[in-house]
T-cell receptor
């Protein structure tokens, strides 16, 4: 079980360039999430997908788009990168149901993105 | 709107002592609260969940309390070790668009345990 995987691990972009961050989970989880983590700001939710076929905005969705490709994969796209999007991006997943371990989220290792 | 605060950005303690981290929240009555651990360069890892009807929960050297009157959770690590050095995040469930299962996170407390 690889858990939640993210690619790439590091990326440097120039302002205006586009890129897609990939996330996949092999735990058969229903819900998936994209967060960004900035110093002094903590983790903030960008978009989430409660189940396959649905996506919704989180706290900071501007400048991003997402695709829930199938149950396993959830990608985050930056159409025109800006320096303000320099951050560490984490993908997470959560299984279906309610309980001590189904109410928790399982995180990937992160993608460190720098926009020059 | 809901607000979650972890009072200390950093906490330094000596090995063997008990570390106590605080998480406060306002404008909210959560059904549960979670604690995560994050090591440098890695994603957060779930540690414990405590529900509103539970006063205390333990897991090995970890203990979490949940006071819904004070709107506060305390996270204790007893007999702390240098390997416990990490950033600890508290998290509460929040509802976006009627969907359950989303979390808001505190900014974290960086714990350093000195030998």
């Amino acid at each position: 079980n690889a858990g939640v995987t993210q690619t790439p691990k590091f990326q440097v972009l120039k302002t205006g360039q586009s890129m897609t961050l990939q996330c996949a989970q092999d735990m058969n989880h229903n819900s998936m999430y994209w967060y960004r983590q900035d110093p002094g700001m903590g983790l903030r939710l960008i978009y989430y997908s409660a189940s396959e076929g649905t996506t919704d905005k989180g706290e900071v969705p501007n400048g991003y788009n997402v695709s829930r490709l199938n149950k396993r994969e959830f990608s985050l796209r930056l159409e025109s990168a800006a320096p303000s999007q320099t951050s560490v991006y984490f993908c997470a997943s959560r299984p279906w149901g309610s309980g001590d371990y189904t109410d928790t989220q399982y995180f990937g290792p992160g993608t460190r993105l720098t926009v020059l | 709107s809901q607000k979650i605060e972890q009072n200390s950005e950093a906490l330094n303690i000596q090995e063997g002592k008990t570390a106590t981290l605080t998480c406060n929240y306002t404008n909210y009555s959560p059904a549960y609260l979670q604690w995560y651990r994050q090591d440098p360069g890695r994603g957060p890892v779930f540690l414990l969940l405590i529900r509103e009807n539970e006063k205390e929960k333990r897991k090995e050297r970890l203990k979490v309390t949940f006071d819904t009157t004070l709107k506060q959770s305390l996270f204790h690590i007893t007999a702390s070790q240098p390997a416990d050095s990490a950033t600890y995040l508290c998290a509460l469930p929040v509802y976006y668009g009627g969907s359950q299962g989303n979390l808001i996170f505190g900014k974290g407390t960086k714990l350093s345990v000195k030998p």
